[in-house]
């Protein structure tokens, strides 16, 4: 198969990987302490306007000045006296670091942060109206809502300058990039021990995309195939014993399992990623322009750009390839969903591999590998199904 073909598969995984690095860089800088910490960043910006590919950025605990800011002026509060708050910004220029450590933040503060309250360790990012100010690429909707209010509880979370976190009950080790979005949410968490459970019940692993998924258990036991959100149907046909590829040479995307340490126990949102209105979220990789809206609960999920959750979904351990939805009061547990597939409206799925351009809406899919271009609908029920051809069509049970 061309190379050119497979190309966006191991490009998905290098940037993935890349917003790993992003977050293991910033959360070691929260955790040394230090009296300042300057750290050298990719930019997020990958546009004519942004002409460096890294950038400075200052980390540093609050003077006095800005601590006080922060609790009178910015009507802020703190869950103990042990908290440690680091504020973030970008340097200006070459060489400015040191002499821009020292600038008073107090009214950056007061324009962007008010009335929230910070638990345990937290970088709190704000924007300077020079280096990295929000340019025009930002939709409007989000552009007036850069910053950080209204939020019951925020504890041991990275929030860097140019996101938006307003109006939720709790966001806890979450790491919101500059454009992503929390916006009221319940619980937004991510615990070592649900990270534990996933990784021993299911194999899910977020630095490796992958999981363990059962299919096709009436033939005398379940299959079990490791799936990874970069995965081809011809690479899962091929850990099944399934090849048919009539001499292509499988797996067709195959990694080096060794080229990344364990993953932060952080819930990442990269940029240009939302999450919206939904009460309950554990343990989930945004990658940028990915969204979570309006959903019920999710909880351990990876979705690649433009894939979505929303419209009241209950999910968990589930891959979302590119332009993948889940919508619309449906149910979906341990499952992929490949390149523009879709489950929804009133659909339940669970141990299912979806194919790419598949969809269900109103039926049930179980222990399936299901698709590419295969439709269920009307109160079809798919149970145990080995389909890796597709290209047909069930409905009305």
């Given at each position: 198969?061309?190379?050119?073909?497979?190309?966006?598969?191991?490009?998905?995984?290098?940037?993935?990987?890349?917003?790993?690095?992003?977050?293991?860089?910033?959360?070691?800088?929260?955790?040394?302490?230090?009296?300042?910490?300057?750290?050298?960043?990719?930019?997020?910006?990958?546009?004519?306007?942004?002409?460096?590919?890294?950038?400075?950025?200052?980390?540093?605990?609050?003077?006095?000045?800005?601590?006080?800011?922060?609790?009178?002026?910015?009507?802020?509060?703190?869950?103990?006296?042990?908290?440690?708050?680091?504020?973030?910004?970008?340097?200006?220029?070459?060489?400015?670091?040191?002499?821009?450590?020292?600038?008073?933040?107090?009214?950056?503060?007061?324009?962007?942060?008010?009335?929230?309250?910070?638990?345990?360790?937290?970088?709190?990012?704000?924007?300077?109206?020079?280096?990295?100010?929000?340019?025009?690429?930002?939709?409007?909707?989000?552009?007036?809502?850069?910053?950080?209010?209204?939020?019951?509880?925020?504890?041991?979370?990275?929030?860097?300058?140019?996101?938006?976190?307003?109006?939720?009950?709790?966001?806890?080790?979450?790491?919101?990039?500059?454009?992503?979005?929390?916006?009221?949410?319940?619980?937004?968490?991510?615990?070592?021990?649900?990270?534990?459970?996933?990784?021993?019940?299911?194999?899910?692993?977020?630095?490796?995309?992958?999981?363990?998924?059962?299919?096709?258990?009436?033939?005398?036991?379940?299959?079990?195939?490791?799936?990874?959100?970069?995965?081809?149907?011809?690479?899962?046909?091929?850990?099944?014993?399934?090849?048919?590829?009539?001499?292509?040479?499988?797996?067709?995307?195959?990694?080096?399992?060794?080229?990344?340490?364990?993953?932060?126990?952080?819930?990442?949102?990269?940029?240009?990623?939302?999450?919206?209105?939904?009460?309950?979220?554990?343990?989930?990789?945004?990658?940028?322009?990915?969204?979570?809206?309006?959903?019920?609960?999710?909880?351990?999920?990876?979705?690649?750009?433009?894939?979505?959750?929303?419209?009241?979904?209950t999910v968990s351990h589930a891959l979302l390839q590119w332009n993948a939805t889940l919508t619309s009061q449906s149910d979906a547990h341990h499952v992929i969903l490949m390149e523009r597939s879709?489950?929804?409206?009133?659909?339940?799925?669970?141990?299912?591999?979806?194919?790419?351009?598949?969809?269900?809406?109103?039926?049930?899919?179980?222990?399936?590998?299901?698709?590419?271009?295969?439709?269920?609908?009307?109160?079809?029920?798919?149970?145990?199904?080995?389909?890796?051809?597709?290209?047909?069509?069930?409905?009305?049970?």
């Amino acid at each position: 198969m061309s190379t050119a073909v497979l190309l966006p598969f191991h490009q998905s995984r290098q940037s993935r990987h890349a917003y790993l690095s992003r977050t293991q860089s910033l959360l070691s800088a929260l955790k040394a302490r230090n009296e300042v910490t300057l750290l050298d960043l990719p930019n997020i910006e990958q546009d004519d306007t942004e002409c460096r590919p890294t950038s400075t950025y200052i980390i540093r605990p609050l003077s006095d000045k800005e601590r006080s800011t922060l609790l009178k002026e910015c009507n802020c509060r703190f869950a103990s006296e042990k908290v440690n708050i680091q504020i973030m910004y970008r340097v200006a220029g070459n060489g400015d670091g040191p002499s821009m450590s020292k600038w008073d933040m107090s009214s950056s503060l007061k324009s962007q942060i008010t009335n929230n309250c910070f638990g345990g360790q937290v970088i709190l990012g704000v924007l300077l109206d020079g280096p990295d100010a929000i340019k025009e690429a930002v939709p409007s909707k989000l552009s007036t809502l850069v910053g950080v209010s209204s939020n019951g509880l925020i504890q041991n979370s990275i929030l860097e300058p140019g996101c938006s976190i307003h109006k939720n009950s709790e966001v806890s080790n979450t790491h919101a990039m500059k454009y992503a979005a929390i916006i009221g949410c319940g619980t937004v968490s991510c615990s070592q021990a649900d990270i534990v459970k996933s990784k021993e019940k299911y194999n899910f692993d977020m630095a490796h995309g992958s999981m363990d998924i059962e299919v096709g258990p009436e033939a005398g036991g379940g299959r079990i195939v490791n799936v990874k959100v970069e995965s081809t149907l011809v690479d899962v046909c091929h850990d099944l014993n399934m090849d048919s590829n009539g001499g292509t040479i499988a797996p067709l995307v195959a990694f080096d399992e060794n080229e990344i340490a364990s993953p932060p126990a952080m819930n990442i949102l990269c940029p240009h990623s939302s999450l919206i209105h939904t009460p309950q979220t554990n343990h989930i990789h945004l990658s940028p322009h990915a969204s979570i809206d309006s959903a019920t609960c999710v909880a351990s999920a990876l979705l690649l750009p433009h894939s979505t959750i929303k419209n009241g979904c209950t999910v968990s351990h589930a891959l979302l390839q590119w332009n993948a939805t889940l919508t619309s009061q449906s149910d979906a547990h341990h499952v992929i969903l490949m390149e523009r597939s879709e489950v929804g409206p009133h659909s339940f799925t669970a141990n299912a591999i979806y194919g790419p351009d598949s969809h269900v809406s109103g039926g049930e899919v179980h222990c399936t590998v299901f698709g590419p271009n295969a439709n269920s609908h009307h109160q079809s029920l798919l149970i145990g199904i080995l389909w890796p051809l597709g290209r047909g069509n069930v409905g009305y049970g």
